[in-house]
């Protein structure tokens, strides 16, 4: 029988070389994702020192009493000049707790009240406006009544706010720190940018605060909403009217090991009655100018006067295992009415409220001024709101509901 050949030195030599290089590149890798894991610092060590920021613990610090906080969310438009202090503040505490978190030395952090205050004018506006927007200001007393008036200004706090607030804190930071084709870089434990920090440390946790307190200011308002019958005086101009119908289908089900054993079915119909037109008890004000021949009417802007919903269930189908509660209700009623009032806000209806208005003042009073002299001109303007009416003394305007 022919013997096998054994395998060639050459051959063997270069298997055991083979195995050298992968143990050694094995090792290797395992060295690295080691070191990086475990050993090297976060961060970028391949960028100069001077460029690099060492991020340390640091809790949020917010100045701010949460219950003028949350009169000032109700209504903005009366308490303006407090609204913008308390944009100033927000911004402010969230911009030095970025600091502290960064390490910036207290020669750095000093800076940042004098390149805030380069933005806050335009930022005070942007939030104001923004804020006014998104929140149905005229609709306070329902929103009490449906225990949900200051959570709402909150929510909307939370939208504005997160549409600014990394805006603000890059401009700032980058103003007082090192960049390198605009990036900031820093090592250190848990590193976050400084616009996630600025959302999630400090923004976040100050308007769940907010949140708790007005949860709990809801619940006692709307139970002492009206502790006995009120009468007031009051002076309107109605001239628009705006009827709706909508309808609401909701289907509530119960999960166990997340999976559906029941399910309830709500269908909510509701019509709504919406009147536009003019407080006149708020500004009313007729003015003469003999020489320029000219009596002038300025009314206020128009706004929501009233507001009827009729809600009617059609249909209530309740699973097995679902209890429906009064709250599912509720929410679904606010759903609606809010939905009414906004189609209503968006829409032309303010604009046909002026055009009404005007025709109606000239037929009420044209023959008057005529009557007096026949070059007397009628006009009718409506009052502006200011862009920063820190100036207006006349801030208790414009408010359908309001805390004192």
Known sequence: MAKRPSSSPTSNSSRNTMRA???VLAVSLIGIIIYRKWISPAGYSNIPKELQLNYVPSDFKINID???ALAILSNPHRYRREFNDLVYDINMSILYHVANRMGLSESDKALIKPE???HHPYLRNLYFHDFVALKDTTSQLYQTWYDNEGTNAVEVLREVASKYTCFLVTQIMTTLVPTKGGSIYAKGQNVETPCGMAMQEALSPMLKKL???AAIQDFSRSRGLLQEKVEKVIAELATM???????LNKQLKTKVLGFNVSSSDIEISAISILK???RLNEYFDISLNAKQGLVTITLPEPTILSHEVYPKVDNLDIGWLREV??????????VLRAEFRREALESDIMEKSKKQAIELMNTMFA???SSLNNRYKLQVKFREVGEDPEFDPERAASAEYQYE
Request: charged residues 45%.
């Open 21 to 23: 290089l992968l143990l």
């Open 66 to 68: 949460e219950e003028n």
């Open 116 to 118: 805030y205050e380069k």
């Open 211 to 213: 949140e708790d307190r």
């Open 241 to 247: 009217e705006v009827r709706d119908k909508k309808g």
């Open 276 to 278: 536009v037109g003019f």
């Open 325 to 334: 509660q009064d709250a599912d209700f509720n929410r679904t009623f606010n």
């Open 367 to 369: 023959p008057v001024v």
